[in-house]
């Protein structure tokens, strides 16, 4: 009998974005910057996927291209079964509840002019939840989900700390039951405690309503904590993929080994060697041709700088994009 192999939640086939750079008195279109380019990604049903690499490499450009909030300008995506890149507005809006987004800021993903009453219950107001009893109990359901009172009902977004704003955050995306969630830098402007404390929550939330999340970062530090996977990108192109843990005590790719050779390590007495990183990340408007890190790898070889290479299984469920694992 053969046993059947589970569809993932979320699949994504070689994922472009390029934006236009505008000159001129016309504003006429005389280059491009291909800001995410040929990214391949699955993601499994109540598994957190990882997605680091130092600003401007293309990882939250991506997690808006999964949720078409911005357009995909080559590749497919995926989503239960369905390939949604080309579906209409009105098809979005059916599956819009299923996908939400935690936001890196969360004073600036709320508005300013509502009570929190108001902002949780505005995604169940546009996806037709009519009886208004019934979203007033559903917004104190959150609120108590998310570890906040029912009396903070009638507050304003400035009348709340960073963490208890991205608590907020968190309630809002879960108003409508989703599937996934995006969580896009969504501990990186709160203190190192208030971290812990937001990780733990989504942690407990994953399990309590079987969550799948992509947990975007820059932080190789906070990703280690929540995720199942990691996937490590670098001038818009994913060069790592593997297990957690895996990744952690076997990285393939020399920009990996370089990035986890400058997280703190607590234990004092153990001594790595700082891997530091020559010149600057390439203008992703001029990317250098081969591989994209060739500029900066300690480890490169000629054909680094002439051929791109391919990204693929260099272990079983390890995948890099280097030719020194040929």
């Known amino acids: ?12 086939e070689h994922l472009k974005k390029n934006f236009p750079i505008r000159g001129g008195v016309f504003g006429k279109k005389i280059g491009g910057v291909q800001a995410v380019d040929d990214v391949s990604f699955e993601i499994q049903r109540g598994e957190t996927l990882g997605l680091v690499g130092e600003s401007g490499c ?10 078409r909030l911005l357009e995909p ?7 239960d079964g369905k390939d949604i890149t080309n579906l209409s507005k009105q098809g979005l809006r059916k599956i819009r509840g299923q996908m939400q987004m935690i936001f890196q800021d969360p004073y600036a993903s709320l508005n300013p002019r509502h009570t929190i009453e108001r902002i949780l219950e505005e995604p169940l107001i546009v996806h037709g939840v009519k009886d208004k009893e019934a979203r007033k109990k559903k917004v104190l359901q959150l609120l108590e989900t998310v ?8 507050r304003y977004p400035h009348q709340f700390s960073g963490g208890q704003r991205q608590r907020i955050g968190i309630a809002r995306a879960l108003s409508l039951n989703p599937k996934l969630i995006i969580a896009d830098e969504p501990v990186s402007a709160l203190d190192v405690s208030i971290q812990a404390q937001v990780l733990n929550l989504m942690k407990d939330l994953q399990k309590k309503f079987e969550l799948t999340y ?21 001038l818009g192109r994913l060069v790592e993929l593997a297990n957690s843990e895996e990744l952690y005590l076997n990285p393939k ?3 990996t080994q ?22 600057d990340v390439p203008s992703p408007a001029n990317p250098p041709k081969g591989c994209s890190f060739h500029t900066r790898c300690p480890l490169a070889i000629e054909k680094c700088s002439i051929e791109r290479p391919i990204f693929k299984e260099v272990e079983p469920g390890h995948y890099a994009a280097c030719h020194l694992h040929g």
Do not use: W
């Not at 300008?73 to 989503?79: D, L, N, R, V, Y």
């Not at 992509?214 to 670098?234: E, K, Q």
């Open 1 to 12: 009998m053969s046993l059947m192999i589970e569809e993932p939640l979320l699949k994504i």
């Open 58 to 67: 293309g990882k939250s450009t991506t997690g808006r291209m999964l949720l």
């Open 73 to 79: 300008s080559e590749g497919k995506i995926f989503f």
């Open 147 to 154: 570890g906040l009172n029912s009396y903070h009902t009638n």
């Open 214 to 234: 992509l947990f975007i970062a820059h932080d190789l530090g906070v990703v280690r904590h929540i995720s199942d996977r990691v996937g490590v990108m670098y």
């Open 253 to 255: 790719h020399p920009y």
């Open 258 to 279: 370089a990035l986890l050779s400058a997280v703190p390590i607590a234990d004092v007495d153990y001594k790595k060697e700082r891997i530091v990183l020559q010149g």
